[in-house]
Every structure is written in C-alpha cells, then in structure tokens.
C-alpha cells in the first residue's frame, strides 16, 4: 500500500511539475521571441534614432523615418490623463467603500465596479466614439473630439476599477487596532483616516496607482478608436495622439514577416513589454512589504 | 472640534460623490448601450448569418459561434496548466528566491499589454509554427494571455487558506497530495474558478491580439475545424464601428456590444453564483 | 474530475501536435482547398464581400472569407503565403514583388473594378472645386487655412487613412506627391473618414465612392463632393458624373492579386470570372463603384488566356 501511495505521489508531482515548467516556459519564451525579433531592428536603425527621433513614419514618400518619440510621449499623454481622473476618484472610492459605507452598500457596490472591470476596451471605444467624442467637441468648440482628452476619459474608465479595488484591499487588511487605537484617542473618523489608515496604506495605494498605470500603458482599442491617430508630435491635450500600442495595432496588419518594419514594430513591443513589466515588478514589491508590515 | 466634524462631513460627502460617480459610469455604459442597442436585438439577430449586402437581413450568429469556440479554446489551454502550476508552486515547490522570483514575474506578466502578446502569437504560433490566422492560433495566444492571470488568481485563492489546514492534515499522517486534495483544494477551488473565469471573460473581450490572428469580417459557413478562419464578437463591433458604410451600422455595433456584455456577464454573474453557493458551504 | 482536464489537455496536445507535422510536411499553412480566403483592402471590403455573398448565394458549397486590414496588409499576408487572393486598391510595390520573389510566389493581377477616389468636405463648407495641386498643397500641410483656397478662415484638419491603405499609398503617390502632413489624422477606414468629416466643419478627407454613394446612386448627407481639375484650365469634374469618369483625375483600377496562377475551374477561377462577368459588375455598380472600362477587360483577358 505505501508503495502504490508513494509511486502515486510521485506523478502527481511530476504532472504538476511539468504544468509548472510549461507555463514557465511559454512566458519566459514570450520575452525571448519578442526580444529575438526586436533587437534585430538595431542592425539597421540606430537606438539614438529609434528612442529620440521625433518622426515615426516607416512609409513615408522619401526615407523611412523611425522615431518613436512622439508614439511614447502620446502613450505618457493618455496615461497622465487617465490617472488624473482615476485617481482621486478612485482612492475616494475606495476610502468610502472600506471605512465609511455600511457593509450592505459594500457588498452591492464592489461587484458593480468589478463589472466595469469586464466591459471589453473596444465597448468602451465604441462609446467613445459615438457619444463622447462629439460631446467633447460640442463643449470644447473643438472640429473633433478624437484626441488625448477624450481617450484619457475612456483610459480613465478602466483603469478605474483597478485602483478602487486594491486600494480598497489594502485599506480593508488594515489591522483593526489602528481604527480602534485612534477612535480611543478622541479622533474623528475622518481624522483617524486621514492620520492613521492613509499613511499606513500609502505603500499599498502607490502600488494600486501602479498597477493602474501598467493597465492604462498597454491599453489598446479603447484608445485606438478616439485617439485621433495623427503622427505628429501632441503639443496639448486637445492634439491627437498615436501612443505605442494604437500604433503596433494599426501597423502589423500591412508588414511582411522579417521586414524591418516588421521588427521595428516588436521592438516597439519590446519597449511596452519593458515598460509594464518594470512598473507591475516595482508595484508588486510595494504591496508586499505593504502587507508583510501589517498582517501577522 | 465642530470644525473637525464639519471637515469630515464635508470629506466623507465628496467620498460619496466620487463613488457614486464611479459607479455611474458604469450605469451609463450600460443603459446607453442597453437603449441603443436593445432595438436590433431579435431572434433573426442573433441566430442568422452574416450579410453583407443588406445588414438588416442578416445576423450575428456566426461571430457569437466564434467567441464562443474561442472561449472554450482558451478554456482548454489555460485552465488546466493554470491551475496545476499555480498548485505546484503553493504547494509543493520549496520557498526559495527562485520560487518567489518565478511568482512575481508571473504576476507581472499578467500586466503586459495584450497587443504584445498578440504579436507574439503573430509571431510564434501563425508564422513559425505555420498554424496561420485561425482559431486555434487564436485560441493558443489568448490562451497565453490568460495563463498568468489564472495562475495569479489561483495563487491568491490557494494562499488564503490557512497554514493550520495543512499542517493539521499533515499531523495526522496525510501524504501531500492528500492533503491538498482533501483540505486545501476544496476551500480555494471557488476562488480558483472564479479567477479562470473572470480571466476567460477578459480573454473574449479582446480584440487586438485576434485581429491578427484569424479573425474575419465576413464568412459565409461557420469554422468548422481549430485550422479555420473565425468571425468573433469583438472584432466585428470594431469594424461595424469605423469601417462599415450602411447606415445601420452604429445601431448594429451597439447590439453586437450588447450581446458581448451579455455573454461576459452571464459568464461572470453565473460563477457569481456559484462562488456564492459553495461559500456558503464553508464552515470555519 | 481534474483526471479529465488533464487527459483532455493530453489529448489535445497529441492532436495539435500530429498536425503541426502534417504542415510540416506539406510546408504549407493548413487549410481546405476549397476556401478561398481573401483579405486587404478597406475600399474593397465592401463590394468582394457583396460578390463573396452573391457567389455563394449560387454556389453553396463555395467557402469564402472576407477581411480588412487594407491593401499593405492583403499583399503582407500573400506574401507571407497566408491567403489565396489579396484585395488591393493600388498597384503592388516594386519592394513588394521583390519581397514575393524570394519567397517563390508570383503574383497574378486582375483588375475587377474602378474607382472614383473622392475628396469630400463637411457639407458647410462653401468650397466646392479644387485643383490637383491645391490638393496636394493641403495635405502637405503647406495650406493649413480654408481662406486660402477661398473659404472660411478656419484651420483644415486633415483626415487621411492608415499606412496599411492602399488607398493612403496611392493618394500620396499619385496626388500628394510628397509626404503626408504629419498632422494628418489617420482613421481606421473609409467609414471613420466620412464620418469624421460629417462632424467636423474644417474637415477634408478621401474616400472611395463606393463609400458615399448609396444603392440608388445618392450621396449621402453631411459631406460634399469636391469637383477635382486636373490643373487651373481644365475641366472641374465630380466623381459623380458617369460620362466625365475618363476625365476625372482620381480615377484609379482596383485589383486582386492571386498567389498563384489559377486553375482553371478551381473555386479561385470560378470566383474571379464570377467578379469579371455581367453579374458581377452589376454588383459592382450596386457597390456604389464603377465597372471595369474595356481597356481593363483586355488587361484581364491577356492573363487569362495563359491559363
């Protein structure tokens, strides 16, 4: 019998060793195809033109231009925007959900914005363009409302839920006495949440704030759709932007695999894959030494 | 003090608004998409083939066949090797630098945008494996794209069961398997579920990374096997939604949003439901 | 219960696997040889949509599908060997052709109908008429202001198509003559230009007729159709006038290109010569484009009587 059970024990470890080293395997060989295919854009365009060239315009009618400056400053543009508006909304929200509504509001109100979490981006984009964007030129006196301002709302919107739910998490997995020690001292709530609860969660809220940049990043067809989509460099938030990801979603219909164009475009990929990566790693960190620091 | 109590009052009523805005976007979107969109929503709608030259004769049904098969595609492909790995590292691994490495990169990953995993299937799956645009191609990048949310989502499901489950198991002489299968795996398998779905429902909503992959406009026969050509929710809303010329188009872009909000909601308020139910079971 | 999940991704991966081989075999992408698969332009999305349907209204057996993504995107994939015939709306490039050889594939070009590229302006703007070149100028970006063509004095906002258009191509190449402004607002298709321009008082865009023209041959509302003139003493011409198409300046062929040569009586054949025929130009008209004029046909008929 100990024989069977061992032998038993064995392969399921085995099964669930080799599940494990596949899925590492698939991600790992992501970044390694993304890179492979990427970095050969450098044999031929130099990295000073490809990060700090203004003009991206692989299709131009005398030299393809390659910079991708004014693709990653739409990308900055749209998530700037985007925080503006989620953020204060959302640690607001959060702050009300965790400590201030009565738990039956709570339960009714989290799985409503869990649900604005599942609205698909190009939905979103939808909206965009038939409701809001000629609302904005209507209030604006704008000719269009395809630009920055319009997609930093519909970014905005997603990236929303994120915020609002891990604030919330972290603010929730406060340990009680911080409230409790605080009341006894004479605070009111809004004090002991304002002197208490936020700096203890600051780490756990950066991290949120993070995380929702990461998303507002690597947003694509929301953006795609209002974005306006015109290369030249956005001077404000009325311009219309290209940011990175819109731009690889437009570009890798027309290339022939292992033209330039082609790896250019991964090694644009590259670059957003960098750039979420790093700043989920960076949040990640925050959030656990958040939670080490006040969970026995 | 009343200056104190003022303050707060004034505070908490801006909380309320913000929440309350925040939960009027979502309302809008739905009601919007709701009023617009609920008018060409009807049997033939949702049950004919697509036509092209008279939009208002035909219907979705091939695009909803195609979202669907996607979803199982996914299913398939993520969820087992999701839910193993996840059990693999919790569980079993030794916790080590190497292991919480591995987690974090894992959890990051689920942060990448999904066009770069779209152009990875672009790359792996349709060029150098030659699968081409097509369903299954499809399905292995979304699939992909799905892993490291399940696999995240499972972890947290598995972490929240208390070590003295395990232990207790272990003090009575169960082998590890045992253990996890009989006290661990049945208090986190709600949580790992719904973390599959929430991750397959975010997987269907996707339009960037299967506009390269296979999806199509028009088709006038169903796929019929993983190698065909597909027509899939998202995608037909985009091109309804920029490239269409008939003059129905906008409303048949909102009915198709519609349907894919019902289809992700039903998804999601289902296994709602179900988590809900074998929570209640809970006893600790 | 989780036996079966992993028998069931067991199974799948022996499957998967076994048919990779067979591609690997066969060195080519997996497919049944019926379908037809026809991906590229926006332009032509529309009306080899409406063939695709009408064929298979008469041939229920024929499988066919129709995508987007523009021409550069069509002639991509038929050179990557993904699909059977790419829709196109300019000629292929040099680098393209070149890009085909080294992968073994010769392209075969058909012209299956034309177009009469139009320049449309919100429906306020009292402009009515350019030339080529003022054209040109404006979207160079060298006229940024309506006054100076002899309208309003309100900026031009520039809307334009994606690099993947052949659409996009050939306005820059045969009209532009020179880069695009890069305040030009590229839009995801005909459709998106039209309705930019609908909304938009200072907006100028292209778009193919077929687009603005419905089934009884009106134009639709919101937008106005610029008369174009080859230079300052010719004629102004609207793309709408049937008996001046010989004469008006954006008149351009439309195309499909085959991977290879067709066979006769293969499913690929009997579609193109399905688009060549009365019937299919019918459809074309209906489209709202305009049928291929005789020259054309005999440039079709030299290729097909080497099949």
């Known amino acids: 019998m100990p024989n069977y059970r061992n032998i038993k024990e064995k392969l399921i470890e085995l099964l669930l060793s080799t599940a494990s080293i596949t899925a590492l395997l698939i991600l790992i060989g992501i970044f390694v195809f993304l890179f492979i295919t990427g970095i050969r854009t450098f044999t031929e365009i130099s990295p000073t033109e490809f990060f700090l060239g203004n003009e991206w315009n692989p299709t131009a009618y005398g030299e393809p231009k390659w910079g991708i400056l004014s693709l990653v400053i739409g990308t900055i543009i749209v998530t700037f925007g985007s925080l503006v508006i989620a953020i204060p909304l959302g640690i607001a929200s959060a702050v009300y959900l965790s400590e201030i509504a009565k738990p039956k509001i709570r339960e009714t109100i989290k799985p409503v914005i869990e649900m604005i979490a599942g609205i698909p981006s190009v939905v979103l984009g939808l909206i965009g363009i038939l409701f809001l964007s000629p609302l904005i030129a209507k209030i604006f006196g704008l000719s269009s409302g395809l630009n920055a301002f319009t997609s930093s709302i519909i970014v905005g919107v997603m990236v929303l839920p994120t915020i609002i739910s891990i604030s919330e998490d972290v603010l929730t997995s406060l340990p009680n006495e911080f409230r409790e020690s605080s009341l006894a001292l004479g605070a009111t709530k809004w004090q002991m949440i304002r002197m208490t609860l936020l700096p203890a969660a600051l780490s756990g809220i950066v991290a949120a704030i993070m995380l929702g940049l990461g998303r507002a990043v690597g947003e694509t067809m929301g953006v795609l759709m209002v974005a306006g989509n015109s290369r030249a460099m956005p001077i404000s938030f009325f311009d219309p932007i290209r940011p990175m990801t819109a731009n690889i979603a437009i570009e890798i219909k027309e290339v022939v695999k292992g033209s330039l164009h082609y790896e250019a475009l991964f090694a644009i990929g590259l670059v957003l894959f960098v750039m979420t990566f790093v700043v989920n790693f960076i949040s990640d960190i925050i959030i656990e030494k958040q939670v080490r620091k006040y969970k026995w | 003090m009343v200056n104190e109590y003022v303050r707060q009052n004034i505070y908490f009523l801006l909380f309320r608004i913000a929440t309350f805005l925040s939960v009027v976007f979502l309302l809008f979107i739905l009601l919007y998409i709701l009023k617009e969109g609920i008018g060409v929503i009807d049997i033939k709608f949702l049950t004919s083939m697509w036509s092209h030259r008279d939009i208002t004769q035909g219907g979705i049904f091939p695009a909803i066949i195609g979202t669907i098969f996607l979803a199982i595609g996914v299913s398939i492909i993520s969820i087992p090797i999701g839910i193993c790995t996840a059990i693999y590292l919790n569980e079993y691994a030794k916790e080590n630098l190497l292991t919480r490495t591995i987690k974090l990169a894992i959890r990051n990953l689920a942060g990448v945008p999904s066009i770069v995993y779209g152009i990875f299937g672009l790359a792996f799956f349709v060029l150098f494996l030659k699968l081409g645009g097509s369903l299954i191609a499809a399905s292995l990048t979304l699939g992909c794209m799905t892993l490291p949310w399940i696999i995240t989502a499972s972890e947290e499901a598995l972490k929240s069961v208390p070590l003295s489950f395990r232990e207790g198991s272990y003090a009575l002489g169960a082998t590890k398997w045992q253990t996890v299968r009989k006290n661990v795996l049945p208090h986190s398998f709600s949580g790992m579920l719904t973390g599959s779905i929430l991750g397959i429902s975010r997987a269907i909503g996707e339009t960037a990374p299967i506009i390269m992959i296979g999806a199509t406009f028009f088709m006038g026969y169903l796929p019929s096997s993983p190698f065909d050509k597909f027509m899939a929710l998202p995608y037909h809303l985009f091109i309804l939604a920029t490239q269409h010329s008939s003059p129905y188009a906008r409303e048949y872009a909102l009915g198709t949003s519609l349907v894919l909000i019902a289809l992700i909601f039903m998804l999601n308020s289902g296994f709602f439901i179900l988590r809900y139910k074998l929570r209640k079971k809970k006893e600790w | ?307």
């Open chain 3, 1 to 307: 219960m989780r036996y079966i999940y992993l028998i069931a991704v067991l199974f799948l991966v022996v499957v998967s696997v076994g048919c990779i081989n067979q591609s690997r075999i066969t060195g080519e992408v997996i497919k049944n040889i019926e379908d037809i698969e026809i991906k590229g332009s926006d332009t032509l999305l529309q009306l080899v949509s409406n063939s695709a349907e009408a064929y298979s209204e008469v041939n229920p057996t024929a499988r066919i599908s129709v995508t987007g993504g523009g021409s550069g995107g069509g002639i991509a994939a038929l050179i990557n060997g993904e699909i059977d015939i790419a829709d196109a709306s300019r000629p292929i490039k040099e680098k393209e052709l070149k890009q085909a050889e080294e992968r073994g594939i010769k392209p075969w070009e058909f012209i299956i109908a034309r177009d009469m590229l139009s320049v449309t302006v919100n429906e306020n703007n009292p402009i009515s008429k350019l030339t080529v070149e003022q054209v040109s100028s404006i979207y160079k970006g060298e006229i940024t202001n309506w006054k100076e063509v002899g309208g309003k004095d309100q900026k031009i906002t520039l809307y334009g198509r994606q690099s993947t258009s052949g659409t996009y191509v050939f306005f820059m190449e045969e009209i532009v003559k020179g880069d695009y402004s890069a305040k030009m607002r590229n839009m995801e298709g005909n459709q998106a230009i039209l309705d930019a321009v609908k909304q938009d008082q200072t907006g100028i865009g292209y778009v193919g007729i077929g687009y603005i023209v419905d089934e009884k041959g009106n134009h639709v509302s919101g937008i106005k159709i610029i008369k174009i003139a080859k230079d300052e003493d010719s004629v102004y011409v609207s793309p709408l006038e049937e008996s001046k198409h010989s004469e008006y300046p954006l008149s351009r062929p439309l195309f499909q290109y085959l991977a290879k040569k067709p066979v006769k009586d293969s499913p690929i054949y009997n579609f193109l010569i399905f688009e060549l025929s009365n019937e299919g130009q019918q459809i074309v008209k209906k489209s709202g484009f305009v049928p291929i004029t005789a020259d054309d046909m005999k440039y079709n008929e030299e290729l097909l009587d080497k099949i």
